[in-house]
């Protein structure tokens, strides 16, 4: 990587071809989130993104920046230690709802908590996508899925009200897909931001999510 290279839309992407589905909205999350970093124009070698497992996941395939594919849920966590080794870093934690919201929820109340300086950023598509469309943990009551065909038992959450709930001076947002400008601008201010900030980016998978219905 070169040093002390200044981000523009060019150096940032790979010459990878995103694998998303044809009309996914992660398409308009990783061209704002690639958009809000060359609007900052940081360094390029000061810039890790840390993506979770799931189909945001893939984007650290597009992105040509130091980056660490975790395990599952573990995006945030992994991107604490990023931070606590080299407080000079600009970290950014991407996943989905399932990876953040259930597998990873206890280390996102910890972040919160620990009001740690990272950007955490949810593709939040209600489902498990990547998996072909189970219950995630903001799955709305009543839903029927894949895995609860009978109908989703338990209420969603909240995620902007929780982290809130036990640090109520933290960032946190919720915004949606459908306008790429709007989603650079509020990423470039929610990583401005010199604590802990959560960005959550509802969307509908457009595969799986069309078939919800109570």
Known sequence: MT????????NLRSPIAPTWCPGCQNYILSAGLQQALANLSLPKENIVVVYDIGCIGNAADLFSLYGIHSLHGRCVPTAIGVKLANPKLTVIALGGDGGIYGEGLNHLLSAARLDIDITTIVSNNHIYSLTTGQTSPTTARGLRTKSTPGGAPSVPIDPVS?????????FARQSDCTDPSKVADIIKEAILFP???LLDFTQ??????KKLSP
């Open 3 to 10: 040093t002390n290279s200044k981000l523009t839309i060019e």
């Open 162 to 170: 929780l982290v809130k709930s036990v640090n109520s001076q933290v």
């Open 195 to 197: 604590k802990f900030a």
């Open 204 to 209: 509908i998978c457009i595969t799986f999510g």
